[in-house]
């Protein structure tokens, strides 16, 4: 399923900023976030509805916001969509942080992969000067397959039935994993105070079929639907008597309000 129907060299975006990573194993680095717009998914836990619909008419479509330099409190541009693979290497460019290393860029929204034939056409053109970061819904295996090459990090997420209030996704999860095999990756399952133990178990099942040694994290929700402590640490126990990498770890972002 491909969200946008525009050309190659166009992608409809939500937001381009510098932050923290607020999430999984990299959390802390300072990364350029390139936020895409448009989800197939409606989770209820969702911390980012404004990017999960994007209008069909362009007339009418959302601007992309753009930080304008790498500090973290940095004016913003809005930009009409869709933007251009030019504009948008210039601004990553633009935003790049300083330092001995390659720059991140986290590809996140929204779901990344909805139009990945634009990233497929782009990411070749900045891997050499960035690391790319992809967060996913982990659904689209055929679009992760298409774009592999290009990627160094999958962040990828585990739709627990429970916690999202969907049907489950496991055989595409399992489908998604084959796909990732070039990049490095690890999964991320929300957990709400609905998520049942069984959702738990299976996930760390089926990464032991895959590859044992890929980290799981469980990252409790926000809010009301923030599930207890006591069941986080149950669920890390369940789930290290099948796989030896699970860690709980909040979003970190949200804790120092940042973006």
């Known amino acids: 399923m491909v969200l946008y129907d525009g050309t190659m060299k166009d992608a409809r975006l939500s937001e381009v900023f510098v932050s923290i ?3 999984g194993p990299w959390i802390g680095e300072r990364h350029i976030f390139v936020r895409f717009q448009g989800c197939d998914l409606q989770c209820r836990y969702c911390d980012t509805p404004a990017a999960m619909q994007v209008p069909r008419n362009p007339s009418v479509s959302e601007p992309c916001n753009v930080q304008s330099s790498p500090g973290m409190a940095t004016a913003y541009e809005r930009v009409p969509n869709p933007v251009s693979d030019v504009l948008l290497t210039r601004w990553c460019a ?3 942080i300083p330092g ?3 720059s991140t860029i986290s590809l996140t929204g929204g779901e990344p992969l909805l139009q990945y034939e ?5 990411l070749p053109r900045v891997k050499r000067d960035h690391r790319i970061y992809l967060e996913t819904n982990g659904i689209h295996f055929d679009a992760m397959a298409a774009v592999a090459n290009t990627v160094d990090i999958v962040s990828m997420d585990f739709k627990l039935p429970s916690a999202t209030g969907l049907r489950p996704y496991w055989e595409e999860h399992e489908r998604f994993m084959a796909a990732a095999v070039h990049a490095r990756l690890f999964v991320k399952a929300v957990v ?3 998520t049942l133990l069984e959702d738990i178990l299976f996930s760390a099942r089926l990464i032991a079929g895959r590859d044992g040694s890929i980290p799981l994290v469980l990252q409790p929700s926000g809010g009301p639907l923030g599930p207890e402590a006591k069941t986080l640490i149950a669920f890390q ?3 290290l008597g099948i ?3 699970v860690r709980v770890i909040p979003q970190a972002h949200k804790i120092l309000k940042v973006p």
Request: with cysteine.
């Open 237 to 239: 126990d369940a789930a």
């Open 192 to 194: 709400t105070c609905d």
């Open 100 to 102: 001995p290393s390659r």
């Open 94 to 96: 633009r935003l790049s």
């Open 118 to 122: 634009f990233l497929a056409h782009w």
């Open 21 to 23: 990573q607020g999430e």
């Open 243 to 245: 796989i030896r990498d």
